[in-house]
């Protein structure tokens, strides 16, 4: 251990290394070199008091520092983080980011259902990445890059992927957006995953709701639709009769357009069927699509439907 003094003998840096180990309140780390600053103005004149300041934590090849607490841990190649007392302070990582945040136990009014940000509330949320800023205060992270330059985000078996990633995990709420090449697949038991890719995309805990803009590609089974904007309404985890698809209800806006590859044959056993049909294509300014009782209605543009049987169709709705 190595520290340094002012000329009022007020701690002013310390160095420990060799098998760092810190506790302060609930919230622990291990490292093999921390280096702790303090805050200048956290001393008074020559009077000693409490101060507070900032560690930065760091490894050896093979050996990466932790944080943890009961919201969560954070691994990584180094790490920054403010004393627990500093208000508005938030812990960064950098380098090969790996974090765990435990599912916030919510208070739900009568009547409320909640899907968490990706599957359900008792699974944890992982992500990768190479930064993080995390607030311990507020519930906010922020994660940048990570492999092949994206943030990668899971929970359960449902993944998203964006250049960016900022998640607000508290009892209150669950958001998600994602900014830049966002890629979010979504499985579904007994039917094919959900993909869909675009350039921004937000999830609404409380209503169940995704939004996606720039350049939208959702696929789900036999079907590939392309928009401009594209709002997705998913039912609750705990609510997903089997064979039923996650996905309650889809709108597409903007320079729609859908393609179907030819369907021989039901895909799936079971009581979910497809109906065969030829290929098809579809053109639109605007699509409803419902799972329920798979329907894609499409107006504006005027729409228009080709497929290799019946030729092209037109009118006001489709």
Do not use: C
Request: glycine content about 8%; charged content about 25%.
């Amino acid at each position: 251990l190595d520290a340094t003094f002012n000329n009022q003998q007020q701690l002013e840096k310390m160095s420990q290394t060799g098998a760092f180990q810190y506790q302060e309140g609930d919230r622990h780390a291990v490292a093999e070199l921390a280096v702790y600053t303090a805050t200048p103005g956290g001393q008074s004149g020559t009077t000693s008091s409490t101060t507070s300041g900032t560690t930065v934590l760091t490894g050896k090849p093979g050996v990466d520092p932790q944080v943890w607490d009961p919201q969560g841990r954070v691994i990584a190649w180094k790490i920054t983080m403010p004393d627990a007392k500093v208000e508005a302070a938030e812990t960064t990582a950098e380098g090969d980011v790996r974090g765990t945040q435990m599912p916030a136990k919510k208070d739900d009014k009568p009547g409320q259902k909640h899907s968490a940000v990706l599957t359900d509330d008792n699974e944890p949320i992982h992500v990768v990445s190479n930064r993080l800023r995390w607030d311990r205060r507020t519930g906010l992270s922020h994660y940048e890059g990570g492999p092949n330059g994206k943030a990668r985000l899971w929970q359960g078996l449902d993944v998203i992927e964006a250049r960016t990633l900022d998640m607000e995990n508290t009892k209150e709420k669950k958001d998600l957006t994602g900014t830049g090449d966002v890629f979010s697949n979504l499985v579904q038991k007994d039917r094919d995953p959900l993909r869909v890719s675009s350039d921004r995309f937000h999830y609404d805990d409380v209503e169940h709701h995704a939004h996606y803009e720039g350049s939208v590609v959702m696929k789900t089974g036999d079907m590939t639709v392309t928009s401009a904007v594209s709002d997705a309404w998913l039912r609750p985890a705990d609510e997903v009769a089997p064979g039923q698809s996650r996905l309650e209800k889809a709108i597409a806006n903007g320079k729609v357009r859908m393609n179907q590859p030819v369907q021989l044959k039901d895909m799936l056993e079971g009581s979910v069927k497809h109906k065969a049909h030829p290929a098809r294509q579809a053109e639109a300014e605007n699509a409803v699509y419902t799972t329920d009782d798979d329907r894609l209605v499409l107006t504006g543009g005027p729409p228009v439907v080709r497929d290799e049987v019946r030729g092209s169709t037109t009118g006001r709705e489709l």
